[in-house]
């Protein structure tokens, strides 16, 4: 599958209700083959999620040396779990690397799941080209963050736990809190503001990303915002898990997929 001109990486992205792995051109930022989907076992236990992940990357055929990188919904502390969102609490303090490297037969990175895809819209997406802070939120059942600064991602940041107004921020501003209280888009606006506004009082970024899958819907609230730092949408979506992860693997493994 691989050639002089296309430089492949592979990314598999680990879900509470579906694994799906593509591989991903790494000089484009696109799938280089159709995503491949199984279900996410039940309960989702390490032994049990590791042969379903293995089985979706054995779609694919691509050389021994590709690198792979696997996205997970916890916090990932040199390779290790340290929480479990929507997977089994048996993660917590699994070397998930070690799990999944000997699952697969070769080398793999994982990384949390919201760092990846902030990864890839620094790359290839809504982010590209910006240098300095970038944050990069998703807003959905909780709020994921991701840290990049001057490309560099800063893991693990839980930036959806800040307190604010006395509150766990995800618990009055995530999409599901809109939903959960019936908000209107400008009262839902509201919450975002203050959480924005504490956001950038502390970090300063240059520019902040949102995604999640409201952010389809982001002219009825991103312009409600006020905010000194520049506010824009995602842009690879559901795809930006899989490109971030292949992608934080490539340049682990020394491969920066910008090239640089």
């Known amino acids: 599958m691989g050639s002089a001109r296309t430089r492949l990486g592979l990314g598999v ?4 209700s579906g694994i799906k792995a593509a591989p991903v051109d790494l000089g ?6 159709e995503r491949v989907r199984e279900v996410t076992p039940q309960p989702a236990t390490p032994a049990a999620v590791a042969p379903v992940v293995a089985k979706v990357l054995a ?19 040199h390779g290790i779990a340290r929480s479990a969102a929507n997977v089994d609490p048996s993660w917590i303090g699994t070397d998930a690397e070690a799990l999944f490297s000997d699952a697969l037969g070769r080398d793999v990175l994982v990384v949390n799941d919201a760092d990846a895809a902030g990864y890839a819209e620094t790359v290839f997406g809504a982010a590209k080209g910006v240098h300095g802070v970038v944050l990069v939120t998703t807003l959905g059942t909780g709020i994921g963050s991701a840290l990049i600064v ?12 800040l307190e604010v107004d006395g509150h766990d921020a995800e618990k009055k501003a995530a999409d599901a809190a809109r939903e959960r209280h019936d908000l209107s888009w400008s009262q839902w606006a509201k919450r975002l503001q203050r959480y924005y506004s504490h956001v950038e009082d502390l970090l300063w970024p240059d520019l902040i990303v949102v ?20 506010i824009v949408p995602a842009q690879l979506r ?6 971030g992860a292949a992608s934080l693997a490539a340049a682990a493994a020394g491969r920066d997929p910008r090239g640089d």
Do not use: C, Y
Request: aromatic share 6%.
């Open 28 to 33: 484009a930022g696109h799938f280089a083959a």
């Open 238 to 243: 559901n795809d930006a898990g899989i490109i």
């Open 150 to 161: 001057d490309g560099k991602l800063v893991p693990n940041t839980e930036l959806g736990h």
């Open 13 to 16: 992205d680990i879900g509470g």
């Open 59 to 77: 779609s694919f055929e691509v050389d021994d040396d590709t690198p792979v990188g696997i996205t997970f919904p916890a916090v990932i502390q």
């Open 211 to 230: 995604g999640g899958g409201v952010s389809k819907k982001h002219e009825k609230f991103l312009p409600l915002l006020d905010l000194r730092t520049p």
